[in-house]
């Protein structure tokens, strides 16, 4: 975690990608008590007034480190005489100042509940509410933008996404969130709240996002019950593994499958084939695809089983290097992907994914209170997510702060 001030020159990012920590840079909004704006426009609603005429300097006593008063300005409006104030750079009309509501927002994002933020600011001499610590913290997060779906789906475009689900507890009850990942860069482009967590609900959250961004080919879904909805590369890996050691071990055990000696493929060719699967679909290199294709034509005549009878291990040896075979292109195709370095751009694995839930929904070490509202649960996550979007520059909390 950095912590810097808006205007400080951005530190070197260094830190390797793969560091498996939370990590967040949120500059803090500054007051400076003799910066001021000049208005430009009348506040008063309708009013087209552009000229304006400095009348008084007034104090105005705030909540701030640094600053306990600060003075503003009392300007006449040319054009329909109302007055108004112009107070300076971190200062609004409200008594406490943007940094040290920054300040709340960025000690609730490291973890801490709205009442201990009450409580460590007051020890510091900024008093704040909780219910002010809780103010600021959802109105920065509205002011979030984009990360939901429907903004998701005007314009966004990358090559993969990834996306999983996750639930968070909500006032005693468990919300599902999905997130959705620009899988080449690990950026947080949406997190939604989900009607549930069936498939079919699932495909309705995600088909019209990977539609939009033209992520075709390379769709990743998979969710904590392990159920992978489409291809998610880790889950054919293991997948395969478990039926190479199935099948192995009934070759191994011979007997009453004869089903081999029917094509005339021995024991030991079977066996030798699967370890050599086992082989490639964890290298997963696209020039080895000739290499299925003559495994599987050694098996291409086995015949299916009649009906109601147990598939034979021939046939689903069969079938396991068709599919394969059939998948390679899609299971390897990422790897022809390089950055301007040369590296890999995809892994092949949902770990930005994982990754995101845990930094960014599951915020790792905040205590599992819950949330108590839904919607503050999304606000919050997205809040999160967004400032893990801005790592290298850092976010400006002052965008966010009113
Ligand atoms: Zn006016």
Redesign the pocket.
Do not use: I
């Given at each position: 975690m950095a912590v810097g001030q808006s205007g400080n020159s951005p530190t070197a990012y260094t830190k390797n990608r793969e560091s498996d920590y939370m990590r967040l840079k949120l500059l803090l909004p500054v007051v400076v008590p003799t910066k001021f704006e000049s208005p430009k426009k009348?506040?008063?609603q309708g009013?087209?007034?552009m000229r304006f005429i400095p009348r008084q300097e007034v104090s105005k006593r705030i909540v701030d480190a640094q600053h306990p008063e600060v003075t503003a300005w009392r300007y006449e409006?040319?054009?329909?005489?109302?007055t108004f104030r112009v107070y300076p750079q971190g200062v609004s009309e409200k008594q406490i100042s943007k940094r040290v509501n920054g300040m709340a927002v960025m000690l609730y994002v490291l973890g801490l509940s709205y009442g201990a933020v009450e409580i460590v600011l007051s020890s510091l001499g900024m008093s704040i509410g909780k219910t002010s610590v809780y103010r600021a913290v959802q109105s920065a997060a509205k002011k979030v933008p984009g990360m939901r779906r429907e903004k998701l789906l005007d314009g966004y475009k990358t090559k993969a996404v990834g996306a999983d689900v996750t639930s968070v507890s909500c006032n005693g009850q468990w919300i599902q969130i999905g997130i959705v990942v620009d899988a080449t860069n690990g950026i947080v482009l949406s997190i939604d709240q989900l009607p549930g967590e069936d498939a079919e609900q699932l495909k309705a959250w995600l088909e019209p996002i990977l539609n939009a961004v033209d992520a075709d080919g390379f769709k990743i879904v998979s969710d904590e019950t392990g159920r992978s909805q489409q291809v998610c590369k880790s889950h054919v890996g293991r997948n395969t593994d478990a039926l190479v050691d199935e099948l192995s071990a009934i070759i191994q055990a011979a007997g009453q499958d004869h089903s081999l000696e029917a094509i005339g493929v021995t024991s030991e060719q079977a066996l030798a084939d699967l370890a050599r699967l086992r082989t490639l679909i964890h290298s997963r290199r696209p020039e080895d695809q000739p290499q299925l294709e003559q495994m599987y034509l050694r098996y291409a005549n086995a015949r299916k089983p009649g009906k109601g009878k147990k598939h034979d291990v021939a046939y689903r040896l069969r079938n396991l290097l068709m599919d394969r075979w059939n998948l390679w292109p899609r299971l390897t195709f990422y790897r022809t992907w390089k950055d301007d370095h040369g590296n890999l751009i995809l892994d092949g694995t949902n770990n930005h994914c994982e990754r995101s839930i845990g930094w960014w929904i599951k915020e790792r070490y905040r205590s599992m209170r819950g949330y108590k509202r839904e919607q503050s649960a999304l606000n919050v996550s997205r809040l999160i997510a967004f400032a893990g979007n801005h790592l290298y520059r850092g976010l400006k909390l002052a965008d966010l702060i009113a």
């Open positions: 009348c506040p008063r009013c087209p007034g409006c040319v054009q329909c005489g109302c």
